[in-house]
């Protein structure tokens, strides 16, 4: 479909912003609706025999697509308007050539381990990483028979490479699984070099793959594909949602990558549906706006508690020292802070949940990248299923308060904060 629209004037490309309140899509396909229906479906007819079969033949690749066919509908699992409209605008941001919408961040992240990994592969992950995305790879994956190396914050090349050589799996390296900036502690991890590594380490046969999870950053700050990432993963129940009134994921890279992806979606059911797509749509026109204010915001806030005497071990981007090596990596990748915090209150556990207690206007609630602002105890709640000495390890401590800031009048969020750590 993206084919027949017209992302340009005069000559010049128009930038995603522009483009997400029209792309992909044509009124008098439906009627001169200027916003997509909901394609509120399962099943779509065909005009004939001929044409079933034509769809099913390009959709199980048994024949080529001729110069300007586009295959046709067949089943919402397979393929609905909502989602492949929604999934040619996701490509925008990060200039991808394709994407695929998902559920749920986590539906999105299992579908693309399960495309890949197989008995004897080796992972290389990140760490830490999101709960679900941890007890996936702690607890799921060794019983598939992948072996995981874990890439801890700060570890030197020559130290991963140690690592690797030492791993079990006697098919070698297969995947490197990044979360940069990582949740909840905002470490951030080099994807270029990680794409070295797995040249580097990849097999004679075939070419291990980098995946980035970028969804704290992403879709606007950070953009792993020009670091030499060749999958990017979100929750889009995050930023790109915005709004705390859905669950869904998305998953991009070029074509070729996201093919046995978009396969194995089909075989695990694990698309978003034509109403989480149409919401998502909704969402995106004002993402740029929502993450430029949200940043604005954070960095505000961020200054306050950086100065609040009962606030230690703050950890924001946009706060990083000149002379940090994080910052460097900072600088190289990464476009914008972005509005996550996380810092400890000075009088531990108790001191933490009497701080997020006595908050008026920011809710206790997990879950990240709305318009309100939001406040979670990582150690406690997002990250209980961590075991507690890697907790320890990379610092979630039960006084670790994350903070998602939303895009509230800033003045507003730094009283509330403000009397929450009088009351600490
Ligand atoms: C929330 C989150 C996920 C999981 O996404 P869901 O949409 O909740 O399934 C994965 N990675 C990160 C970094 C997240 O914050």
């Not at 028979?145 to 690797?164: C, F, K, N």
């Not at 909704?282 to 954070?298: G, K």
């Not at 602002?373 to 401590?397: C, N, Q, R, W, Y």
Request: aromatic content about 6%; proline content about 5%.
């Amino acid at each position: 479909m993206r084919e027949e629209y017209d992302d340009t004037v005069a000559g010049k490309q128009l930038s995603p912003e522009s483009l997400m309140m029209g792309y992909g899509y044509r009124p008098e396909w439906s009627e001169g609706a200027l916003k997509i229906p909901i394609f509120q479906t399962s099943t779509f007819t065909f005009r004939n025999a001929a044409e079933g079969k034509r769809y099913f033949e390009l959709a199980h690749g048994t024949a080529d697509a001729e110069d300007g066919e586009t295959g046709g509908l067949i089943y919402s699992r397979m393929n609905n308007p909502d989602l492949e409209i929604l999934e040619d605008r996701l490509t925008l941001w990060d200039d991808a050539e394709r994407a695929l919408a998902f559920s749920s961040g986590m539906a999105a992240i299992s579908t693309t381990l399960l495309s890949y990994l197989r008995p004897g592969d080796v992972l290389l992950h990140t760490a830490p990483l999101y709960g679900g995305t941890d007890e996936l790879v702690r607890g799921i994956l060794p019983t598939l028979g992948v072996t995981s190396v874990e890439w801890e914050p700060g570890m030197s090349r020559a130290q991963i490479d140690v690592l690797l050589d030492e791993a079990e799996g006697d098919a070698g390296l297969r995947m490197i699984f990044m979360e940069t900036p990582a949740n909840p502690t905002n470490d951030l991890f080099d994807i270029e070099m990680a794409r070295q590594i797995a040249d580097d380490h990849s097999p004679e046969d075939r070419r291990a793959l980098v995946a980035v999870d970028n969804t704290f950053l992403g879709p606007l700050w950070q953009h792993p594909l020009v670091h030499g990432a060749d999958l990017v993963v979100y929750s889009a129940t995050k930023y790109i949602g915005g709004h705390s009134d859905l669950i869904a994921g998305a998953v991009l890279g070029s074509a070729e990558v996201i093919a046995p992806i978009a396969g194995m979606r089909v075989l695990l059911g694990s698309m978003a549906s034509p109403w989480t797509g149409w919401l998502v749509m909704r969402s995106l026109e004002t993402l740029s706006l929502r993450m430029h204010r949200q940043t604005q915001n954070a960095q505000r806030v961020a200054t306050f508690l950086d100065e609040h005497p009962k606030v230690r071990r703050i950890s924001y981007l946009g706060l990083l020292d000149a002379g940090d090596p994080q910052h460097d990596l900072y600088k190289r990748q990464c476009l914008a802070p972005g509005a996550m915090i996380s810092f400890e209150v000075e009088g531990g556990e108790d001191a933490a949940a009497r701080f997020v207690d006595s908050l008026s206007l920011i809710h206790l609630a997990v879950s990240l990248g709305s318009t309100e602002s939001l406040v979670e105890i990582p150690a406690t709640m997002t990250h209980m299923g961590v075991p507690a000495d890697e907790k320890e390890k990379f610092g979630v401590t039960p006084s670790l308060v994350r903070l998602s800031v939303g895009v509230e009048n800033p003045d507003d969020l730094i009283l509330d904060i403000g009397e929450a750590l009088k009351a600490v």
